[in-house]
């Protein structure tokens, strides 16, 4: 695969949104958790944990990203996905309601 069908590929499948999403919402996190966790007392070692997790949970995203396509319907595999549509918002499917869910409890 050339360099640039390559680039171009992660941009249709939405992969560079995903990961500046993700590095936005876990930078957000990290910087809530270094706040929080000292004024709840958390051991230091939740903190390295959280850290660590935000660390994994970034190529798992991206592969995810890379794989499958947020539709109206539901989650497809990019290669089943609707062209015309385009793709879907990683905000508006995915980031959006999960927010709301988390505030809402």
Known sequence: MKPRNFFSELKRRNVYKVA??????AW????AASILFPTFEA???TMKVF???AAL?????????WAFE????GLKRTEFADE???GASIWYF???PNVVAYFAR
């Open 28 to 31: 957000l996190l990290l910087q």
């Open 20 to 25: 500046i999403a993700y590095g936005v919402v």
């Open 51 to 53: 850290v660590a997790l």
């Open 57 to 65: 949970g970034f190529p798992i995203a991206l592969i995810i990203a």
């Open 43 to 45: 051991p230091l070692s």
């Open 94 to 96: 995915y980031l959006k």
């Open 70 to 73: 947020l539709t109206p319907e």
């Open 84 to 86: 015309s549509f385009g």
